[in-house]
């Protein structure tokens, strides 16, 4: 079959290992948006916060670079604006500021993760990690849950539209019981399904499943998590006493 080649395989290969986008969330997580390191690691939280978004562009994902930006410039334009607005509108940019700083990096990275990883190359990863089925198989669902639901959301919003259901139409106060209530009960169908799904599929026997992805770690791997690694040793030193710069 052309999908089992090894050519067909390498070219559906995404830019990076599915382990090494896992490791990059897990850093990005505890390092900008937790902010561990405080002050002291800035530079480096300065990079960290760029890698996201190059990632993207090497992975061709326009819109989610774009909308990644945008956020991003707001939060940065709300602290930066925040010294001339009057008291109360002062701490609203700050809160909203500081929050689109710290969690949009993150969650770009999030969203990069789940947009260039198959279902298959994400267990094939927690296979070679040697995670327990019972962390694989839920966090598998999950990846599928997002985009299913995303996808359900605009039809729902298109269809009510249609019929003049939406914020700023004739029939904005309906917006509450027509679109949301809709999307709750979708929301807990698709769960079901998709958990359904992972179980005719094999997911919990107690037979290794055989995987046609091809996975590995490549030079760009191996740049990226020596940086991880870098990132980390940084803040042990820091911790220590020992100033780098």
Same mark, same amino acid.
């Given at each position: ?19 090494t986008?896992?490791? &990059? ?15 002291a &690691?800035r +530079?480096?939280?300065t990079? &960290?916060? @760029? ?7 090497? %992975?061709?994902?326009w ?5 990644? $930006? ?11 604006? /925040? +010294?001339?607005?009057?008291r @109360? ?21 999030? %969203? ?9 190359e994400?267990?094939? @990863? /927690? ?24 996808? *359900? ?23 509450? *019981?027509y679109q949301l ?10 769960? *079901? ?12 026997? +107690? ?6 992805c091809? $996975? ?5 791997? @191996?740049?990226l ?15 220590c006493?020992?100033? &780098?710069?």
């Amino acid at each position: 079959m052309a999908y089992s080649s090894e050519r067909s395989q390498d070219a559906r290969r995404g830019f990076l290992d599915p382990r090494t986008k896992l490791t &990059l969330v897990l850093v990005l997580a505890v390092f900008v948006m937790g902010g561990l390191g405080g002050e002291a &690691l800035r +530079p480096v939280k300065t990079i &960290l916060s @760029a890698l996201p978004f190059a990632l993207l562009l090497a %992975e061709r994902q326009w819109k989610r670079f774009a909308r990644g $930006i945008l956020m991003l410039g707001i939060g940065y334009g709300l602290l930066t604006v /925040m +010294p001339f607005l009057p008291r @109360a509108l002062n701490y609203l940019a700050l809160l909203c500021g500081g929050i689109l700083t710290r969690f949009v990096v993150t969650v770009v990275m999030g %969203e990069y993760l789940i947009a260039t990883t198959s279902v298959s190359e994400f267990i094939s @990863a /927690m296979e070679h990690l040697h995670v327990p089925q019972a962390i694989t198989i839920p966090m598998s669902v999950m990846f599928r849950l997002f985009p299913t639901i995303s996808a *359900e959301w605009k039809s729902i919003r298109r269809a009510m539209r249609m019929r003049g259901i939406h914020l700023g139409g004739a029939k904005a106060s309906q917006v509450l *019981e027509y679109q949301l209530v809709p999307m709750m009960t979708s929301t807990v169908r698709i769960g *079901e399904e998709l958990s359904a799904s992972a179980l005719t599929r094999g997911l919990g026997g +107690p037979t290794r499943r055989t995987n046609i992805c091809r $996975i590995g770690f490549r030079a760009q791997d @191996a740049v990226l998590l020596a940086g991880c690694v870098f990132v980390v040793g940084v803040w042990t030193l820091e911790l220590c006493g020992v100033r &780098l710069w």
